[in-house]
């Protein structure tokens, strides 16, 4: 039964920072490319950052406006994922997702709240 477990979110104030992770079982977690979504109350679910490893590389994307604040990173041995968030912003209030893809699966975790707020 494939699981993705996401927790660390909460409640901070402008310019805290936040560490989500999402444990992964079920499936080959080293094989997928694993990504962060986060979805604000009214708005479209949106990528906010990706890590992918192949080969012995790996390759990590970011929203534009994430850049530079937040950093993806993922444990093999774990099989976990994390979202190292700086610097939060109220406009980072939201759900944040855990999603592994790759060719036809789709897996979604239930979600962590994110609240930025003064």
Same mark, same amino acid.
């Given at each position: ?41 009214? #708005?479209?679910r ?21 850049k ?9 041995? #774990? ?32 979600g ?7």
């Open positions: 039964q494939v699981q993705l477990v996401e927790s660390g979110g909460g409640s901070v104030q402008p310019g805290e920072s936040l560490r989500l992770s999402c444990a992964a079982s079920g499936f080959t977690f080293s094989s997928y490319p694993m990504r962060w979504y986060r979805q604000a109350p009214g #708005k479209e949106e990528l906010v950052a990706a890590i992918t490893s192949a080969g012995g590389s790996t390759t990590i994307n970011y929203a534009d406006f994430v530079g604040r937040f950093t993806i990173s993922r444990d093999n041995v #774990k099989n976990t994922v994390y979202l190292q968030m700086n610097s939060l912003i109220p406009e980072g209030t939201a759900v944040y997702y855990c999603n592994a893809r790759r060719w036809g699966d789709n897996y979604w975790g239930q962590t709240q994110v609240t930025v707020s003064s």
